[in-house]
């Protein structure tokens, strides 16, 4: 994918699986599924989790997950990152002893697909969390919107899944999908921190929902804008407003809103030159 340092792979046959069905005329139909894999997760000696996954980029999520968690510390030297295709199990190893036993009894289920997980006391690491200023032009918005939306990915060929893209003004860098939006995020957050990838300058756009969660884990990665085709929870605009993440949603066509973090918005866009989608039927304001 030209327009990525990584892109989605849809044609990469171990990420769907083809079955056979009947389609509404009775009609015999040939097509491709997305498949769902076990990844268990260690943090040197310890079992943290295991995750339903599509199975690509594994390590990653693995350190992506232990990051976005509170479990990998800023100043932790990750020695080894051991991926076993066999038993689908990573260790991340690190030169610091860890023992989260106390924090594994705290998981919280969340509102993710393929079922979410946080830990009791990930607010708590919200406290310290300070996003830097800067702006989110409407004439980068537009563009970067239109090309992740008409990207070739295995949501356009299989659906059932979400991506998030890591964006810098109006350049997309990484594109990762999975079964839960969570996932895909983990995945970017494990990116960026084997490769030592500054957090500061970059918005995260998903096809998800704006949930507690996504706002959550973008904060805590330092990413200050999150935006969605998709719409909000209540939960989610008001962790937004309290750390100052700037929330972009029901971003379709040249309509969207913003929730919070309206200080960084700078509306620059000839909207005359940017092609409206047109209002889905029911109710007013569904998304």
């Not at 295991?50 to 999520?61: F, N, V």
């Not at 990413?223 to 309290?242: N, Y």
Request: hydrophobic share 40%.
């Amino acid at each position: 994918m030209s327009d990525y340092l990584i892109g989605p792979t849809p044609d990469d046959t171990r990420l769907t699986r083809g079955v056979r069905g009947r389609d509404h005329e009775g009609r015999m139909v040939d097509l491709r599924v997305v498949e769902e894999r076990p990844l268990t997760i260690y943090l040197n000696s310890q079992e943290i989790v295991t995750a339903m996954t599509i199975g690509d980029h594994p390590r990653w999520l693995a350190v992506g997950y232990l990051n976005n968690q509170g479990m990998l510390l800023p100043d932790d030297v990750i020695t080894a990152v051991d991926f076993d295709e066999e038993t689908e199990t990573v260790v991340v190893r690190t030169d610091r002893a860890t023992d989260y036993e106390d924090k594994l009894k705290r998981k919280t289920r969340t509102s993710g697909c393929a079922v979410g997980t946080v830990f009791g006391d990930m607010m708590d690491g919200l406290q310290g969390v300070s996003l830097p200023a800067g702006q989110v032009r409407t004439s980068w918005l537009y563009p970067l919107a239109q090309r992740i939306n008409t990207t070739p990915s295995l949501y356009l060929q299989a659906g059932a899944i979400h991506g998030t893209v890591l964006c810098q003004g109006d350049q997309t860098l990484v594109y990762m999908e999975d079964v839960g939006r969570h996932n895909a995020v983990d995945k970017i957050a494990g990116w960026m921190r084997m490769n030592g990838i500054s957090a500061a300058d970059k918005m995260l756009y998903t096809t998800g929902r704006l949930t507690s969660e996504m706002v959550i884990k973008t904060a805590l990665m330092g990413i200050p804008v999150l935006v969605s085709r998709s719409g909000f929870t209540a939960w989610g605009v008001e962790i937004a407003q309290q750390v100052g993440l700037t929330l972009i949603g029901r971003m379709r066509g040249k309509r969207f809103v913003c929730l919070a973090g309206e200080e960084r918005l700078v509306c620059d866009a000839e909207l005359a030159h940017v092609a409206d989608e047109p209002r889905k039927s029911g109710r007013k304001g569904a998304s």
